[in-house]
C-alpha cells in the first residue's frame, strides 16, 4: 500500500508565508529605493540651482560667491533612529512628514552677504517653496554656532508624475564651516575633563571667527569700492576678459 505525504498541505501553507514575507520584503525595499531616489534628485536639481547661480556671477561680477558645495544622503540607520527619537513609526509617509533633513546641501562662501544674497536668489526662484527659515547667523547658537538654514521643497519631474520633495540647505562662511568641522569633531569626544571649560573655549572661538568674517567682508567692500582710473583701451580689455571667463 503506497504512503501518503499527509504533511504536503502544511508545508505549502509555510511556503506561501514564506513567500508572501518575501514578497512584502521585497515591496518596502523597492519602496525605499524610490522613496531616497526623490531625495537624490532634489539634490541634483538644488546643486544645479547654486551652480548655475555661482556661474552668473562669476560673469557679471567676476567672482564666485560659493567656495564649494557639498551634498549628503542620510543614511537609512540615521533615519530610523531619528524617527524613533520622534516617536514615531518609520512609514514612508511619516518619514516624508516628520524628517526634512533627507536631503542635504550644504553651501561654502566666501563672505557672510554672499549668504544672503545666494538664499534670497534660490528661494525666489518659482519652483522653489520656502518651508522653514532658522538664521543662526544673526542669532548663533548659545555654542557659537553660526549658519543659515533652509528647509525648502523642489518639484521633481519623473517619468510620469511630479513630486515635491524637501532638502534641508545650510549656508555658511569657509570660517563658519571650519569651526563648525572641529566643533563636531570635539563634542564626540567622551568622558573630556573640564568640558565647561572647553566649551567656553570653543564659544571663544566661534566669536573669533565671526569677528574675522565681518572684517574680511568689510574689507572687500572697500576695495569694491575704489575705482581705478582706466584708459578706453584698458576698459575695453577689462570687458574682453568677462568674455574669456571659464563657463563650467
Not at 516617536?87 to 544672503?116: F, H, K, M, Q
Not at 540647505?169 to 573630556?192: C, G, N, P
Request: proline share 2%; net charge negative; charged share 30%.
Amino acid at each position: 500500500m503506497e504512503k501518503k505525504n499527509i504533511l504536503w498541505p502544511v508545508e505549502s501553507k509555510a511556503q506561501e508565508l514564506i513567500m508572501g514575507q518575501a514578497m512584502e520584503l521585497l515591496d518596502d525595499v523597492l519602496d525605499y529605493k524610490a522613496l531616497m531616489m526623490s531625495y537624490a534628485c532634489a539634490i541634483k536639481e538644488i546643486n544645479t540651482k547654486f551652480e548655475v547661480l555661482d556661474t552668473e556671477f562669476e560673469v557679471r561680477y567676476r567672482r564666485n560667491p560659493i567656495s564649494s558645495i557639498h551634498t549628503r544622503l542620510k543614511s537609512q540607520t540615521s533615519i530610523l533612529e531619528k524617527m524613533a527619537r520622534l516617536g514615531v513609526a518609520p512609514t514612508r509617509e511619516n518619514v516624508e512628514t516628520y524628517l526634512n533633513d533627507i536631503a542635504g546641501i550644504r553651501v561654502i562662501c566666501s563672505y557672510i552677504d554672499d549668504i544672503y544674497r545666494l538664499a534670497d536668489a534660490l528661494t525666489r526662484q518659482a519652483d522653489i517653496k520656502l518651508i522653514e527659515k532658522k538664521d543662526y547667523i544673526s542669532n548663533p547658537k548659545p555654542n557659537g554656532y553660526r549658519s543659515l538654514h533652509l528647509i525648502v521643497s523642489v518639484p521633481i519631474f519623473f517619468a510620469e508624475s511630479v513630486k515635491e520633495v524637501k532638502a534641508e540647505v545650510q549656508i555658511r562662511t569657509i570660517a563658519m564651516d571650519f569651526w563648525a568641522s572641529l566643533e563636531h569633531q570635539i563634542k564626540y569626544k567622551k568622558h573630556v575633563e573640564h568640558a565647561e571649560d572647553v566649551i567656553a573655549r570653543l564659544k571663544e572661538c566661534a566669536d573669533e571667527i565671526a569677528h574675522v568674517d565681518e572684517t574680511m567682508q568689510q574689507l572687500r567692500i572697500e576695495m569694491d569700492s575704489i575705482k581705478e582710473e582706466t584708459t578706453g583701451a584698458e576698459a575695453l580689455y577689462e570687458k574682453l576678459k568677462k568674455i574669456d571667463i571659464s563657463l563650467r
